[in-house]
């Protein structure tokens, strides 16, 4: 069930050459989709063999099965925010247009099954892990039991360690009372200039700027400190939780440009020629997802205190140019 609610405002002035439309909405979902977490990691630990099994095709010994691939959690949304919008022509061939959206956007309830499925079989997952030689500490912990001989050791161990410990950092992140998920702001400035006179008249020159906020890409309950009472081992950060977000490093920005032309045709028909260069300044530097990991802090290796960074990233699309043609009948 869904339900949403916008009030705006929108106005003219200057005799009609701004406009300026102002927008606040809010909007509730219940039972929205979340896509699904650790899936992956379960079915790992649900494949690990057990010490002394050593077949391609082995399986745990505990009668666990995988779950499906494919499935959607649950959780409830809340949205609210402003937008902005103005177009200004500044003469009869200039026009300069500016937005910008600030949205905040609220989880309640969030992965409810991961919640259930996982607090119900995390004994099971925990046994699965030291059946096939891992240890787990009074923290939570999972490592390999390098007591084993390597060539004892089950060929899962290692996967199977890294992904209890994954769902435990996935669990500590997970909440279930509101919690803000994304207040990314946005910016968007842009302007073009027709020319009036010459054989070139009816060209149009344009550029803009598309300006992105840092965005939240995770949380740090699973943030920890060293432990006073013992510094060869960490203990949680209090001053941090599952509440606290991490965003990513940086905002950024690319620069587009364009340019246009339009042929008038018999019987009131146009034919529009559109060339516009994306990233004109070709950067092509780092744009961080959604995805977190655990580091040592401070990058201090010595150090068992672990902090939550920005992990998984991607590198803005080099300069793209496209030719488009519209013909209007």
Do not use: C
């Not at 906020?213 to 009472?229: E, F, H, L, M």
């Amino acid at each position: 069930m869904a339900k949403g609610v916008d009030v705006g405002l929108r106005g003219a002035l200057l005799g009609g050459r701004l406009n300026v439309t102002v927008l606040h909405y809010v909007n509730q979902e219940q039972n929205a989709t979340a896509g699904s977490t650790g899936i992956g990691d379960i079915n790992n630990i649900a494949a690990a063999n057990p010490l002394g099994d050593t077949s391609t095709a082995g399986r745990n010994l505990r009668g666990f099965a995988n779950v499906p691939v494919v499935l959607n959690d649950l959780r409830d949304r809340e949205a609210k925010g402003y937008e902005l919008e103005a177009v200004a022509n500044l003469t009869k061939q200039w026009r300069l247009s500016f937005n910008v959206g600030l949205p905040k956007v609220y989880e309640t309830n969030a992965f409810r099954d991961f919640i259930k499925f996982y607090d119900a079989n995390k004994g099971a997952l925990k046994q699965i892990v030291q059946d096939a030689g891992g240890l787990v500490d009074a923290a939570d912990v999972a490592t390999v039991d390098n007591a084993i001989a390597v060539n004892n050791r089950s060929p899962d161990v290692n996967t199977a360690v890294n992904s209890y410990n994954n769902l435990r950092i996935a669990r500590q992140n997970v909440v279930n009372q509101r919690r803000i998920v994304q207040d990314q702001p946005a910016v968007n400035l842009y302007t073009d200039y027709t020319l009036g006179f010459s054989k070139l008249k009816g060209l149009r020159l344009g550029g803009g700027v598309q300006y992105r906020g840092k965005q939240i890409i995770g949380y740090r309950g699973s943030d920890t400190v060293v432990n006073p009472a013992s510094p060869a081992t960490a203990i949680d950060d209090s001053n941090v939780d599952a509440y606290t977000p991490v965003y990513s490093p940086a905002s950024y920005y690319t620069v587009v440009a364009t340019l246009g032309y339009t042929v008038r045709l018999q019987q009131k028909r146009e034919l529009r020629f559109d060339l516009r260069v994306n990233n004109l300044l070709n950067d092509q530097g780092p744009i961080f997802g959604v995805s977190t990991a655990l580091r040592p802090k401070d990058g201090d290796l010595t150090s068992p205190a672990r902090v939550t960074v920005a992990n998984v990233y991607s590198y803005k699309t080099p300069t793209a140019i496209s030719l488009t043609s519209t013909l209007k009948f």
